[in-house]
């Protein structure tokens, strides 16, 4: 049996019925590499690991802003910090639209809005919790304590 007619047929079980009509057609041992290369490539796909998405708020000064979400309870209990700022705000519906400037505000320490800054740091935290009903809540004197101790 011809060995390009072999690699034609196993180039069609793998769904490559162009590249092999380039091999049985061509007789050149380029076009058989690349069906080769292209059976290879259809037998082993692409993995892509999935990575949390991670966007930061605009911050003034040369600040970072770090959204705390502590609980309401507890507040020197931390239960995350928002690496997907701008993913968490926009999950959110309309009826946060004041939470959501709150934060911005904070982040950027305009509208009389405050957050965390420890001493000699370049980092705003902003310490948000949820409260009874669920609805998320932004407060000034939540602002005024470090509550996740790291910083």
Request: with cysteine; aromatic share 6%; hydrophobic share 25%.
């Amino acid at each position: 049996m011809n060995p390009k007619f072999l690699l034609g047929g196993a180039s069609l079980v793998g769904g490559g019925g162009l590249v092999s009509a380039g091999v049985i057609h061509s007789g050149q041992s380029s076009s058989e590499t690349k069906a080769k290369t292209a059976l290879k490539q259809e037998e082993s796909p692409s993995k892509e690991v999935d990575k949390p998405a991670v966007s930061k708020l605009p911050s003034t000064e040369g600040y970072a802003c770090h959204i705390v979400e502590v609980d309401k309870q507890t507040p020197t209990k931390v239960v995350e910090e928002k690496s997907d700022q701008v993913g968490f705000l926009d999950k959110l519906g309309s009826e946060d639209n004041t939470f959501k400037q709150d934060v911005k505000d904070a982040c950027t320490g305009s509208n009389s809005k405050t957050a965390h800054i420890p001493s000699g740091s370049k980092d705003r935290y902003v310490y948000v919790y949820k409260n009874e009903s669920g609805r998320w809540m932004y407060s000034a004197t939540s602002q005024t304590s470090n509550w996740n101790g790291k910083h």
